[in-house]
């Protein structure tokens, strides 16, 4: 079963619009961490947030942890036609270290 | 630096060959990764490495063997390919650490007839 669980599914907005996109987890997590994909290519790491943190920024990117809801959230301000891509969480657990889980991920299309 | 890198990049095979891939990382990471990506599923493990001549079984390591003789080759077998290991297969690597992020080959399209 997948740990992380991504929403929506699918996202559609257009440049310049933010784009918003949750993860939610089943058991304590040491960190979890985003990935992007654009199509045909390999996953690229964004950002890795601890557990005891509940907030980071980079760029244009500002990640969000709420571990008593066992939730995240991946903010993308200012979206341009390059942010096109899939989106995925992952966390990494402490009882299990080695074994990311990842969930399936948000499709996210920018259109100029 | 190539980062990561998965040979082949795709390949066709019959049900019941066997095959292996390959994955190469020059950061010298001791962590090592393969996972396999099925639509609308994300991504499974299949086993990992923490570290040269060790291996470990991940979600799905049903159908697949792994070796790591060297630190930076991570090689994934297939003994008897079966058109349910048909998938996109992803290396990934990272260096020792609980916090760290993992680097991504771009993956080998495998297809089994």
């Known amino acids: 079963s997948q740990q992380g669980e991504e929403d929506p599914q699918a996202l559609s907005i257009q440049e310049g619009e933010n784009a918003t996109m949750n993860c939610s987890y089943k058991?304590?997590?040491?960190?979890l961490q985003w990935y992007r994909q654009n199509s045909g290519r390999g996953l690229v790491h964004l950002i890795l947030i601890r557990s005891n943190e509940r907030e980071k920024h980079s760029g244009r990117l500002r990640v969000t942890l709420d571990t008593s809801k066992k939730s995240s959230s991946l903010l993308i301000t200012a979206s341009r036609a390059a942010d096109t891509a899939s989106y995925f969480c992952?966390?990494?657990?402490?009882?299990?270290?080695?074994?990311?889980?990842f969930g399936a991920g948000t499709q996210v299309v920018v259109t100029p | 630096n190539a980062g990561v890198t998965q040979t082949p990049k795709f390949r066709v095979l019959k049900t019941g060959q066997s095959m292996t891939l390959l994955c190469a990382q020059d950061m010298n990471h001791e962590y090592m990764y393969w996972y396999r990506q099925d639509p609308g599923m994300g991504l499974r493990l299949i086993h990992y490495s923490v570290g040269e001549g060790t291996t470990a079984k991940g979600e799905v390591p049903d159908g697949y063997n792994v070796s790591r003789l060297k630190k930076q080759n991570f090689l994934l077998g297939l003994e008897s390919a079966a058109p349910s290991q048909t998938s996109v297969y992803f290396c990934a690597s990272h260096r020792l650490g609980m916090n760290q992020p993992q680097h991504f080959g771009d993956g080998t399209r495998l297809s089994i007839l």
């Open positions: 058991t304590s997590i040491n960190n």
């Open positions: 992952a966390t990494a657990q402490y009882d299990s270290w080695g074994k990311f889980q």
